[in-house]
């Protein structure tokens, strides 16, 4: 069980920066100065959020939760007059779209958009097709994504729901959007974003990735801090959250915690590896290999890791997987023929269907073969689950006493092994945002360009959602982000915002890590964003800890 209950912090003085362009990490002296006159400084404009026009106000409150671990509150920008509700329609295929037969989606080609805004028109509403256009990442062209329709202008979201079951009733689809989160550079806020920053030559706690009591359950990052005494906290890796793309709460990428491979990569896509408790982290993309093998010398080629077989989240599994072998963000591949191993941490019963499992004892003998797969595992124990093809060669693989051994390998890009020691932690993320201090977004590798759906791309890339973020600056120091959004006091950031401002912050190397509604920060027992879910804090897969140092 990867949990820990540990002793509370100490909290330092907190301070108010009123800046246009206060560096969120500034230099020690610097904030001591600041402390010790409890003044408010003034610093060039340059280093400001690159968000909105420059000049906005940007305010920085800092204070220190434990030596080396400071937490910056940034919030730049106002409320803009200019924005304002509306209601985006869904664009069905009509007579001029190049796929009449298509589901509705919120962007499409000029055609049909123009096809529908006039439909819409003639039936009394204020409708307009407006055309999208995206940036140009490192490894996507950008461009136009496509043209979407909108419906009236609104004051309040509430006058926009109002509009919305008009439109619905009068035979359409779609939904109430605020303009603020369309991405304008132009636009001027607001902005709210909360820094962790860890400084390994003051740091004496630990930063640990945790998934809870066992991976197949979700918790909320507020929980999983509170279990262990974290002095901070904030959301982590991917995760299945529907029980038909696999086990909720199971990282859909890499997962490595405590030095042990417990989910396998998505092909290729980055993850943060977080070494010797926290005094060094970087940026990696990983691939890996696993296998089973008998003392005989036999061996069967591993599918994955404690994840439900035939159900690959976000895909990039590999050969066999449908529709592809490749990352593709958001998506659950399948595969009929797996072969799955299973560890004592993935949680009290192993998944249940049809195909053989062999049951292990903690020496990793055979101890019984189920013919239906899924039960409990023996204490200290594991599992392997076959199906379809390799049914049949896991059968007669696995003899009851006798032993088999599971081997998984980590390799990063450059083919070398990965061996991850008892203190490193890894956790899936992706794109990357920022490489050796320059912009590098990768959201085509990484699977976030879905081909024929540029309104997916519109939604999670190009729009301005919550997100977390990690990375390392020149002075080798962690910084964990979060920037809420969905909201009208908080706008969120696009994924390429979210790399300009990565880079604002002094960052070489960083990446994204899950956002939306999973985007929490915990300090001090409290969460201190605004998570977007109506519901609240959302239960995660795993997080981000910091610990204070043992006693």
Not at 24 to 42: C, V
Not at 89 to 113: F, H, M, N, Y
Not at 220 to 227: E, F, G, M, W, Y
Not at 314 to 328: K, R, Y
């Amino acid at each position: 069980m990867k949990k820990r209950r540990l002793g509370g912090a100490a909290v330092g003085l907190g301070v108010v920066l009123a800046v246009t362009g206060l560096p969120a990490q500034a230099s020690t002296e610097s904030r001591t100065a600041d402390n010790r006159t409890s003044g408010t400084r003034t610093a060039d404009a340059r280093a400001a959020l690159p968000l909105g026009p420059a000049g906005l106000a940007e305010t920085r409150t800092t204070q220190t939760l434990q030596p080396g671990l400071t937490l910056t509150r940034i919030v730049r920008g106002a409320v803009d007059p200019a924005h304002h509700w509306t209601v985006e329609a869904s664009i069905p295929g009509g007579d001029t779209s190049p796929d009449p037969d298509a589901p509705p989606s919120t962007l499409k080609d000029k055609a049909s958009a123009d096809e529908l805004a006039a439909e819409l028109r003639g039936d009394g509403f204020d409708a307009r097709a407006e055309r999208v256009t995206t940036p140009r990442t490192t490894d996507y062209s950008g461009g136009t994504l496509g043209w979407r329709v909108r419906i009236g202008s609104f004051t309040s979201q509430s006058a926009a729901a109002t509009e919305r079951i008009r439109v619905i009733n009068a035979g359409y689809g779609g939904s109430v959007t605020y303009t603020g989160w369309d991405g304008a550079t132009t636009d001027r806020g607001p902005w709210r974003l909360d820094v962790l920053t860890i400084d390994p030559r003051t740091f004496r706690g630990t930063l640990d990735a945790t998934y809870g009591p066992d991976i197949e359950n979700r918790e909320t990052v507020s929980t999983l801090a509170t279990d262990a005494g974290a002095v901070a906290a904030v959301n982590a890796g991917f995760f299945v959250l529907d029980p038909r793309s696999g086990a909720p709460g199971d990282p859909a990428g890499v997962g490595v915690y405590d030095g042990r491979l417990l989910s396998e990569p998505v092909g290729g896509r980055p993850g943060l590896v977080v070494r010797d408790g926290g005094r060094s982290a970087q940026i990696t993309r990983l691939t890996w290999e696993g296998r089973v093998t008998a003392p005989r010398g036999t061996a069967l080629p591993l599918n994955g890791v404690n994840r439900v077989p035939g159900l690959i989240r976000n895909c990039g599994g590999g050969e066999g997987d449908s529709p592809t072998s490749l990352p593709l963000h958001d998506v659950t591949c399948t595969n009929p023929d797996q072969l799955v191993a299973f560890t004592q941490e993935y949680g009290a019963s192993t998944p249940q269907g049809e195909g053989v499992e062999a049951v292990l004892d903690s020496r990793g003998r055979v101890l019984e073969l189920r013919s239906v797969r899924g039960g409990p595992l023996p204490s200290g124990g594991g599992s392997i689950q076959a199906t379809g093809r390799h049914v049949a060669a896991l059968t007669a693989l696995a003899r009851p006493g006798e032993r088999l051994r599971v081997e998984t390998t980590l390799r990063d890009d450059q083919g070398r092994r990965v061996a991850p020691s008892p203190g490193t932690d890894i956790v899936n993320a992706g794109p990357e945002l920022v490489r050796e201090g320059r912009l590098h977004v990768t959201p085509a590798t990484d699977g976030m360009v879905h081909q024929g759906d540029p309104s997916w791309y519109y939604g999670w890339v190009h729009k301005r959602n919550p997100r977390t973020l990690a990375g390392t600056d020149a002075a080798g120091r962690t910084v964990l982000v979060t920037a809420d959004g969905r909201s009208t006091d908080s706008l969120g950031l696009s994924i390429t915002e979210t790399a300009k401002v990565a880079r604002s912050l002094g960052l070489r190397d960083a990446v994204n890590l899950d956002g939306g509604g999973s985007t929490t920060m915990v300090a001090n027992g409290q969460v201190i964003n605004r998570p977007s879910d109506a519901a609240g804090e959302r239960p995660v897969g795993d997080a981000l800890l910091v610990l204070p140092r043992r006693r």
